[in-house]
């Protein structure tokens, strides 16, 4: 049973940092990528940043040049580096990964369950 956890999250202030890791343990076949949705309170859920396998990374524009993902491929895991947090950037975050489990599934994309940060004064 693959699955993903993520830990990190918490109460910050404003301009604060706080770093979300994720973990996909479980019988995994290869990760195809991995990265970070949120859904904050009233809003869709959206992407705040991925990785493939390779170098390429993704982010949203709002989270640009604060947020910084990371992949250890040898431990299947990934990071969010979150600096210069706002009000904004509250939400629950989640850890996805595109993967082919062992034995084979039709599901590809996996969740995690979701790890609250919340930033205020």
């Known amino acids: 049973q693959v699955q993903l956890v993520e830990s990190g999250g918490g109460l910050v202030q404003p301009g604060g940092s706080l770093r979300l890791s994720c973990a996909a343990s479980?019988?995994?076949?290869?990760?195809?990528?991995m990265g970070w949705y949120r859904k904050a309170p009233g809003k869709q859920r959206e992407l705040v940043a991925h990785?493939?396998?390779?170098?390429?990374?993704n982010y949203a524009d709002s989270v640009k040049g604060r947020f910084t993902i990371s992949r250890d491929t040898a431990k299947n895991t990934v990071s969010l580096q979150m600096n210069s947090l706002k009000p904004e950037d509250t939400a629950v975050y989640y850890c996805?990964?595109?993967?082919?489990?062992?034995?084979?599934?039709?599901?590809?994309?996996?969740w995690g369950q979701g790890t609250q940060v919340t930033v205020s004064s």
């Open positions: 996805y990964a595109d993967l082919v489990p062992y034995p084979p599934e039709r599901k590809s994309d996996y």
């Open positions: 479980g019988s995994i076949f290869s990760i195809n990528a």
């Open positions: 990785t493939t396998s390779g170098v390429i990374t």
